[in-house]
């Protein structure tokens, strides 16, 4: 690899800093073993940054990340920033973030590993070997649709409005971004909406299927409502390959097919802008989870979502899949010999420690790559 690659480390809040502890020493290892180098910066975001510097994210940051080859970020949020105004909350670093590097397209797999499929609530043949992929809208819809904002009507009673909104060339490049997944996966994509009531939802599939026919005929394109999906997503999951849908509907939906995995201890994602006239893209990687304020500080929580979020960086940032490869397998066999911390334990199982996992998932490095 050329010059080393410049890493923006963003641990947050809650558990955030926990689990970004352990893909420290998976990046020390890669740089010890593999003589894979990375400039690494760290910066504050969320709460963390609320504290220290009175604001979720500082322009100086926001900079840092404009500029580095990927972000990897932890978790933001939690009970103690609950109270603050809405464009203060610790929710709105990361939201800026994903909208000033326009981030649209959030890849968030949910894989159940062979090893975990009784510690899915359903049952072990609905998931195994689930693999499916979801493609979420990230920089538009309700999320950042204007107008939005909550007034105090004529008689004192209050109005809480939001828009929904997307446009055509939204939809096709996250769409494109779902096709080409897909071509190189199952080849099947199912676009979710709610076009039986909402009108963005009629333009998504009509956009959807302009753009299926125009340039994406060999993908077998389905499209389904959200809530038909959701419902399909426990019924059947093994049916999807690829899905695509917007910011709302895939923030829910990604959180279920979470599950299906085992915990969401476990989701690993990753936020893409479009690739740059050098053909880099702007990335961030983050675990589905987040700060999980109720089990935070006590050195328990599953280090594996964000861990796999590293591993995504190395495969789509760095083009290193080979890479991503061996912290993916390290992670399987992990699993497979048995190694659980508490969110993926049968009841009765032995649990480890946040740090004991991380240097479970170091010594299957140290084992399959050294
Ligand atoms: C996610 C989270 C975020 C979201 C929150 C923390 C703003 O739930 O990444 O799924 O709603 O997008
Ligand atoms: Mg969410």
Redesign the pocket.
């Known amino acids: 690899m050329p010059a080393n690659k410049k890493l923006l480390v963003l641990p947050g809040d809650g558990i955030g800093p926990e689990v970004m502890g352990q893909v420290g020493r998976v990046v020390e290892w890669f740089g010890d073993r593999r003589a894979l180098k990375f400039e690494i910066e760290e910066g504050l975001v969320g709460g963390a940054a609320i504290d220290a510097q009175g604001t979720p994210l500082t322009d100086a940051t926001m900079d840092k990340a404009m500029n580095a080859d990927a972000v990897l970020l932890g978790a933001?949020?939690g009970p103690k920033w609950d109270n603050l105004p809405f464009a203060q909350k610790p929710?709105r670093g990361?939201?800026r973030l994903r909208k000033d590097m326009a981030l649209f397209a959030n890849l968030r797999p949910a894989i159940c590993f062979d090893a975990l499929v009784s510690a899915s609530s359903l049952k072990p043949e609905i998931v195994s070997g689930l693999d499916i992929m979801i493609v979420r809208e990230l920089t538009g819809g309700v999320?950042f649709g204007s107008p939005r904002g909550i007034e105090t009507l004529a008689d004192g009673t209050r109005r809480g409005v939001n828009t929904q909104i997307y446009t055509t060339p939204e939809i096709h490049r996250v769409a494109r971004v779902g096709f080409e997944l897909a071509r190189k996966r199952g080849n099947k994509l199912c676009s979710v909406e709610k076009a039986n009531v909402m009108e963005s939802g009629v333009l998504w599939r009509e956009e959807v299927t302009k753009l299926h026919e125009a340039e994406y005929r060999e993908v077998e394109l389905s499209h389904m409502y959200a809530d038909n999906c959701a419902m399909q997503l426990v019924r059947n999951p093994k049916q999807f390959d690829v899905i695509v849908t917007d910011?709302l509907f895939g923030?829910m939906l990604?959180?279920q097919a979470a599950m299906l995995t085992g915990s969401l201890g476990m989701l690993p994602?990753a936020s893409l802008g479009d690739p740059d006239e050098t053909g880099r893209r702007k990335a961030l990687y983050?675990p589905?989870h987040?700060s999980a304020p109720d089990i935070a500080g006590q050195g328990i929580a599953n280090p594996i979502a964000c861990v796999l979020s590293f591993a995504m960086m190395l495969r789509y940032s760095l083009d290193l899949g080979g890479e991503a490869d061996l912290v993916e397998n390290a992670v399987r066999n992990v699993l497979a010999s048995g190694k659980r911390t508490g969110d993926i334990a049968l009841s009765g199982e032995a649990t480890l420690s946040t740090a004991e996992m991380g240097a479970a998932v170091l010594a299957e490095l140290e084992t399959l790559g050294a």
Request: net charge negative.
């Open positions: 933001v949020g929710e990361l939201l999320y910011n923030d990604s959180d994602s983050e589905v987040g």
